[in-house]
């Protein structure tokens, strides 16, 4: 069975979303190897939690399908020349044993080792996949960012795109022209058949309007706390891992913090209108937000800023041009009353399954 090695994003026990429906599933046709990330940036203080999941994984080897290996590296998590040799040293080490001739190595994040790593290890086909515009999220190594991506697009053998302004910035630098746009999905099925139990932390509430994500500085919170001053009879709920400091407090504006995967579908059924809150840009721009299929997989209201990969579904959601918009469109969300529109985002959502885009993607696979 042929081997993808993977240099995943995000730890396997984060969040549930892309990276983890992909592997859970191509391990049915290759043999998974996830590895957990090299990271872009030096670890900080505010890292604990990761790091001791890191650790905990390093003690807990785990196979979730026969064909699926979590896998810890061990390197020195510090971003830096003087310890680039070291790092290639203990990476080579440990993954010149695992690669052969036959591997699929698979990147996600442009980290500045990856080059000098990829001419350390045996290979058949590269394949990077551009999930975000990480140059446009860490500022302050825009520049190492931007050298080591231009570097991995250029010699990939497939670029894999998760949004079309990705994907038009991939083939832009690939000269072999070899692109593939596969947007977010969704598990369909998980969202729909499940007895729902209202979460303890709603309880109280009345209306709910409700995010679902990782909360940080690309949220338009001065938005947010305009709504809950003018909404004062609404709840606002934010559920996932909190990574910004300040947050604006209101008695109607709540941080619930991360929960379980098995929990959102329970939160997010319980939620009147669904919110996707990014700050309107580039960075915005670049995004094909999973909370989207989620949310319509329940047949939800959803409200957001105009987002480039959200305009082919103005119809099904409500789009806001700015902070006054936003208010009236909410207005509008939470008075709907309309089962066709909710029958016509589920099925947006079914036809947005990650089994469709793993068949996608596996035929582009085929072809490396």
Known sequence: MQKIIYFAPIEWDFIYQR??????RLSGAYDFYYFQPLGLRNLRISDWKRGLRRVYGMVRQRNPHPNLHIKNLIFIPIISRHLQKANLWFLKKQLVPLADQRSIVWITTPS???PDLLNQIQFKSLVYEMMDDYAKIHTSIETHIKETETWLINRADLIVATSSRLFEKGMKLNQQKKAVLIRNGVDYDFFNKLDYQRPPDLKNMGKIVGFIGTVEHWIDFETMYSLAERWVDIDFVFVGPIKIRGLPKRKNLHYLG???YNEIPHYCHFFD???IPFNPGELADAINPVKLYEYFALGKPVVSFEMKELLPFADLLYLAKDRQD???????ALMENDDRMKAKRRELARLNDWSVKVRSLQQA???L
């Not at 990276?19 to 859970?24: E, I, N, V, W």
């Not at 936003?326 to 509008?332: C, D, R, W």
């Open 19 to 24: 990276p983890q429906h992909l592997a859970q």
């Open 112 to 114: 500045p080792l990856f």
């Open 258 to 260: 991360e929960k379980k």
């Open 273 to 275: 209108v669904c919110l």
């Open 326 to 332: 936003f208010s009236i469109k909410l207005e509008s």
């Open 365 to 367: 696979l085929s072809h």
